[in-house]
């Protein structure tokens, strides 16, 4: 079945422990991207990756980090997770089309995460 | 990348058509448009893409006249599982940056 895993699906932390949020697709897709959604705020993008080795900031990297090593896994790292970041955190992926367009995304289930 | 502007809320009554206009006034030449579904706590997914004219898929249609400074996403025949949140977003090819603006909660009523 083609899907989009993330875990965990839910996580309870503390202000300053690391954490990672792991995303991988089953696709062979090339492009992929975190995004948080916020009440109010609605989807915004963390980080994208329109590749292997290529990844980009979004509207709102400040505080993530990303990796993109191998196709299928694009994890999402908090070093020093803050208050702030407690969020619904959406992974996805898709292909591009010819003009490198980002096309028909699937997410992933989503990870609830609470900084306390 | 082009901001795009949506109504916040629409309601309809199954069984009509259903079109939800995005206005993207500054929209690039390279800049294609795509529509998304939300349910609540559920990630957003693909309706429908497109860069001019009409496209249309099993699901919808999406009318982008040729100033390219809006565009219409047309449900036909809603039914209440159509009540959802619905997003129009601005994607430049070449860039994998997208911006998601505030969407458009659709309440379709019996």
Request: hydrophobic share 30%.
């Amino acid at each position: 079945e083609a899907q989009v895993t993330q875990n965990p699906r839910y996580l309870i932390t503390v202000t300053g422990k690391k954490l990672t949020v792991t995303c991988s697709q089953n696709m062979n897709h090339e492009y992929m991207s975190w995004y948080r959604q916020d009440p109010g705020l609605g989807l915004r993008q963390i980080y994208y990756s329109m590749n292997v080795e290529v990844t980009d900031k979004g509207d709102v990297p400040e505080g993530y980090k990303v990796s993109r090593k191998e196709k299928r896994n694009f994890p999402l790292i908090l070093e020093s997770p803050s208050p702030n970041q407690t969020s619904l955190y959406f992974c996805a992926s898709s292909t591009l089309t010819t003009s490198g367009v980002p096309y028909e995304q699937y997410f992933g289930p989503g990870t609830r995460l609470t900084v306390t | 990348l082009a901001k795009t502007t949506q109504p916040i809320s629409m309601d309809s009554y199954e069984g009509q058509e259903v079109n939800i206009t995005c206005s993207h006034n500054n929209i690039a030449t390279n800049d294609y448009i795509t529509w998304y579904q939300q349910f609540p706590s559920q990630g957003p997914r693909f309706i429908i893409q497109g860069y001019k004219t009409k496209v249309t898929n099993e699901v919808a249609s999406l009318f982008i006249p040729a100033d390219r400074k809006s565009s219409t996403l047309s449900l036909p025949r809603v039914s209440l599982s159509d009540t959802a949140v619905y997003y129009c977003l601005a994607t430049s090819s070449n860039t994998g940056k997208l911006i998601f603006g505030q969407g458009t909660t659709l309440q379709v009523k019996p």
